[in-house]
DNA sequence: ACGATCCTCCAAAGATCTTTGGAGGAATGG
DNA sequence: CCATTCCTCCAAAGATCTTTGGAGGATCGT
């Protein structure tokens, strides 16, 4: 039966997908690039790897057709292919989150979240409100890269080691939010602490880009 | 950084839901559960694997908390965790099929698509609408298992190898479709295919078993 | 054309996965 | 309590993946 072959074949191309998410540097990866487009030494140097090992994972990811490459020059920059990868992570990770005690453990460890941080969080629905209405201080919390890489329209760039310095003047600032990366992304948490402790009450979006692009919602590039 | 380990942990914890879609076999069990629950020894039937090897398998599945367990005497059956997981290794196929050459060409070789098949097509809400007025021919062309692991209400269990013989008693029956375990499994087509042959007029589900799990709707499970 | 930069490819070592047969455990029926 | 059935666990061989440093390709500026 030539047809078990065939019907193989269709599932050893599924599970090159399915590989590409089996790694938890490539997982990373994934992450960073639903921030945003980035070139290969960026990716390496901000996931902790060396360029080959970068590079090697990134052609994992483009073999399954989940990234594309844009060539500038001598640099090579990556990013998703569509926002349907980012809604498939995302949905792996809601899985995972729902499914996995083991993830719920690790993510709460990381995010470190003592329960009482639950408070002000806002949903996209309600962001969407408040920016169309103006009265708002939408604080991009993420590395100054990733901001250029793409954010939420009506954002500020304030990436967590300026932040500090910038509290003074956000006191008193109309409904101040802050965001990152995703829910699985502890610099919002970060932020809200921190300005906290400056007298500043903030706010923080419940989840972040990764889901914010998976939406389909506007995104801005560039711009300072 | 004690931080970065832990995010390293939560990575780590992802990978594992990721790699375990990131093997052929384990896609097939999936895929096999995603019609209803089966014990150890059915599904390494039904994939053509060892039992043992079928048992590492639903081992790293359990692992990743993507099937559950249930003890009747001796056997153990096996079934998804959950909806949500029928629904991400859908949004997984339909990435793949969408994004991949690879995928699309696998599948239209096994599917053997000429083109001309594609008509006579009936959408979920369609087939929804059609057992509502009961003025339809509902068949499951599954083998025999699949359809008491769970069902279509109203659907009438008719596999593949007795569809020949219950050709005649179609002729002339009102609105006949047939549905099989989904976008990726060709029985559907081929019965469709062999009633033509027979002159009765046949539709087809445009996906079947796993996609309407997905979709949450009811799901009929044992009865004759 | 040359050097510099950035990336990909290569090869090899090490780590991890897969597959297997068979031992061992759990439940059942006599 | 024993034999049977069905599954899981174990160990080992074989296959595949990951990580590395360095060679080699592409592109740019001079």
């Given at each position: 039966?030539?047809?078990?072959d065939?019907r193989s ?8 997908v399915?590989?590409a ?11 960073l690039l639903a921030?945003g487009?980035r070139?290969?030494e960026a ?6 790897m060396?360029?080959s090992?970068a590079?090697a994972?990134l052609?994992v ?17 990556y990013?998703l292919?569509g926002d349907?990868v980012?809604r ?6 809601a ?5 996995s005690?083991d993830?719920?453990r690790?993510l ?7 329960g009482?941080?639950?408070v002000g969080l806002v949903g996209?629905d309600e ?10 201080t939408?604080?991009d919390?993420?590395?100054?890269e990733?901001?250029?890489a ?8 304030v990436?967590?080691g300026t932040?500090?310095d910038?509290?003074g003047?956000?006191r008193g600032?109309?409904s ?7 829910s699985?992304c502890v610099?919002a948490?970060?932020a809200?602490?921190?300005l906290?402790?400056?007298?500043v009450?903030a706010r923080r979006l419940?989840d972040g880009?990764l889901?914010?692009?998976?939406a389909?919602?506007p ?5 300072a």
């Open positions: 039966m030539d047809r078990d065939r074949r269709v599932f050893d191309e599924l599970a090159v399915g590989k998410f089996g790694s938890a540097k490539r997982l990373e990866l994934v992450e921030q487009e070139t290969v990716l390496a140097r901000a996931a902790d060396g360029v090992t590079s994972h052609q990811l483009k073999l399954a057709n989940l990234v594309a490459t844009r060539r500038e020059g001598t640099k090579v920059h990013r292919a349907d980012a498939l992570y995302a949905a792996m990770r899985v995972a989150r729902e499914r005690a993830v719920g690790a709460d460890a990381y995010l470190n979240i003592p009482s941080d639950e996209r962001l969407q409100g408040l920016l169309g209405s103006g009265a708002i939408l604080l919390v993420r590395p100054r990733e901001f250029l793409g954010h939420i329209p009506g954002a500020r760039s990436p967590l932040l500090a910038e509290a003047g956000l600032a109309p101040v939010v802050a965001y990152c990366r995703g699985f610099m948490h970060d809200v602490r921190l906290g402790g400056e007298g009450e419940e880009m889901e914010w692009r998976s389909g919602l995104v801005l590039e560039g711009v």
